[in-house]
């Protein structure tokens, strides 16, 4: 059936979420967000016909994970973004009745459709919509849900989200799907189906499954379930990425390398997608027209319920990422080059050896920034990048790379002092840094309120910052410990991606 989009009426809760949204200074401009409300997991990500179709987990309603919808934008830059008509709203019975979770959209001879997860009580289950032409209007399919429980005999300790696509050639193609689960007392898994019509489907088995009792606290622990699996290949090497949860929480996105072949993925080694955590979540890539691996992710709040509920939003998109295969079989993560349009203002800075502790650039002021900078840093040396900070020096945030005195590298953000409120996460996040044996490192700051994006040789570390003082927490510095050598500094003001004034919740 088609389902009614009209706002609901007797929703007093949704009043002022978008007023209240644009007034609040932590706020991204050039960000994805939702209108107003609560935002999570990218979905559907695709290409279709020239446009980039953005769709993503949204409750219009409040700023609160209930009840999810789906939102949806649109693109022809992967800059600027449209807001769509809500694409899935979840059905007064049935089996998404409590939510239309994650899921992707295929292309099925023609027919964009959707396969995601329906919520009903406490049980996810696959289910399909069909689109219009203008993926603006979607029908959900009357044998929903077209997979009805999880395997039989296998206790599972979630299972949800999905990765579809068409396998094999002329007249023998079939459909492969991996739903996202966990096997009690075995660790996180990604169940295998086939089907030949994206509605009947035959359990494979799992494709490979993970070991939970191995690394527990560890930031490359695999979790217990996997969440918004995505597998793919690139440029000749399979990529299984997932999300790592246990019992409620979200812990941070990992991927494997190996080979996919047959009805098993044969893992060669396990690598972190982005050093910042639960603050680069539920990640889904696309192949765009391009031939381009382009990746978004949730960066997860780090404030308080109340503070997003005050706030009237919650929950921001990454920025579009082009993901390639790095010399060292990891994933190599850039913005795509597209974001350059939004740049303004060019300010450089003299190259030359860095000072201790640090030198400020009051040049480079502001919120909204895109920094690329280029480092040499010696055996022992230390460089740091220092962002948001008050005149005082009471709040700031720190971008440090360093080189150990046997070549290793480490990218750190130290967020300790970001923000003197108590109730807001401020714990440094940290990384492996691949270096050249010359030390060079090429860094990407991305600053936009309170949305942070750093890239350092192809790594990635994402995070969240809150200063209390946001006008005056605008001040920046460079520095180091050690012998570092400045080659280059550029830094941008960045325009807001959004026109000006209140976004419609219900487009």
Same mark, same amino acid.
């Given at each position: 059936?088609?389902?009614?989009?009209?706002?609901?009426?007797?929703?007093?809760?949704?009043?002022?979420?978008?007023?209240?949204?644009?007034?609040?200074?932590?706020?991204?401009?050039?960000?994805?967000?939702?209108?107003?409300?609560?935002?999570?997991?990218?979905?559907?990500?695709s290409h279709w016909?020239?446009?980039?179709?953005?769709?993503?987990?949204?409750?219009?309603?409040?700023?609160?994970?209930?009840?999810?919808?789906?939102?949806?934008?649109?693109?022809?830059?992967?800059?600027?973004?449209?807001?769509?008509?809500?694409?899935?709203?979840?059905?007064?019975?049935?089996?998404?009745?409590?939510?239309?979770?994650?899921?992707?959209?295929?292309?099925?001879?023609?027919?964009?459709?959707?396969?995601?997860?329906g919520r009903q009580s406490e049980h996810e289950l696959p289910c399909v919509a069909r689109g219009s032409a203008d993926l603006r209007y979607w029908t959900k399919d009357q044998a929903n849900p077209v997979i009805t429980a999880p395997p039989e005999g296998i206790d599972v300790t979630a299972f949800r989200d999905h990765c579809v696509w068409r396998e094999g050639s002329g007249e023998n193609t079939v459909w492969r799907q991996l739903v996202g689960s966990g096997i009690r007392g075995v660790g996180g898994t990604a169940f295998l189906y086939e089907s030949d019509d994206l509605r009947s489907w035959r359990y494979v088995g799992p494709l490979l499954t993970g070991d939970a009792s191995q690394n527990r606290g560890e930031l490359d622990w695999t979790g217990t379930m996997w969440e918004c699996v995505d597998l793919f290949g690139l440029d000749g090497a399979d990529v299984l990425v997932f999300s790592a949860w246990d019992e409620g929480t979200t812990h941070h996105p990992l991927y494997w390398t190996g080979r996919?072949?047959?009805?098993?993925?044969?893992?060669?080694?396990?690598? =972190? +997608?982005?050093? $910042?955590?639960?603050?680069?979540?539920?990640?889904?890539? !696309?192949? /765009?027209?391009?031939? %381009?691996?382009?990746?978004?992710?949730?960066?997860?709040?780090g404030r308080t319920d109340e503070a997003n509920a005050q706030a009237g939003w919650c929950g921001v998109m990454s920025l579009p990422r082009a993901v390639t295969l790095a010399t060292d079989g990891g994933l190599h993560q850039a913005p795509v080059p597209e974001l350059t349009e939004l740049r303004r203002e060019r300010v450089e800075v003299v190259p030359g050896r860095l000072a201790d502790p640090y030198t400020p650039l009051p040049a480079v002021r502001g919120d909204q920034l895109d920094i690329e900078t280029t480092l =040499? +840093?010696?055996? $022992?040396?230390?460089?740091?990048?220092?962002?948001?900070? !008050?005149? /005082?020096?009471?709040? %700031?945030?720190?971008?440090?790379?360093?080189?150990?005195?046997?070549?290793?590298?480490?990218?750190?953000?130290q967020r300790e002092t970001s923000s003197v409120d108590p109730t807001v996460d401020t714990e440094p996040l940290y990384g492996e840094l691949p270096l050249a044996p010359d030390g060079r490192v090429d860094l990407r700051v991305l600053v936009d309120h309170s949305a942070l994006e750093v890239f350092a040789n192809g790594r990635a570390l994402t995070a969240r910052i809150y200063p209390t003082r946001p006008d005056e927490a605008v001040g920046g510095g460079i520095g180091a410990d050690g012998d570092v050598a400045l080659e280059r500094f550029d830094a941008w003001q960045m325009a807001s991606a959004f026109t000006d004034g209140p976004r419609p919740l219900w487009p």
């Open positions: 059936m088609t389902h009614d989009l009209t706002l609901p009426s007797g929703t007093p809760v949704a009043e002022g979420l978008a007023e209240r949204a644009l007034r609040d200074p932590h706020r991204p401009r050039f960000h994805f967000t939702s209108p107003g409300g609560w935002l999570n997991d990218p979905n559907g990500l016909n020239g446009v980039y179709h953005l769709f993503y987990q949204y409750n219009p309603l409040a700023a609160a994970h209930h009840r999810i919808h789906w939102g949806h934008a649109t693109s022809t830059d992967l800059v600027h973004w449209a807001d769509e008509p809500v694409a899935l709203v979840p059905g007064s019975d049935g089996p998404d009745r409590d939510g239309c979770w994650s899921g992707v959209l295929v292309d099925d001879g023609g027919v964009p459709t959707l396969v995601y997860s996919y072949q047959g009805d098993t993925f044969t893992p060669t080694a396990l690598h =972190r +997608l982005d050093y $910042g955590g639960r603050y680069f979540y539920a990640p889904q890539s !696309t192949r /765009d027209e391009h031939g %381009r691996r382009i990746m978004f992710g949730w960066l997860q709040e =040499r +840093l010696a055996p $022992g040396a230390t460089a740091r990048l220092v962002l948001r900070e !008050t005149p /005082d020096g009471a709040e %700031r945030t720190v971008v440090e790379v360093s080189r150990s005195h046997d070549g290793a590298g480490t990218l750190r953000l």
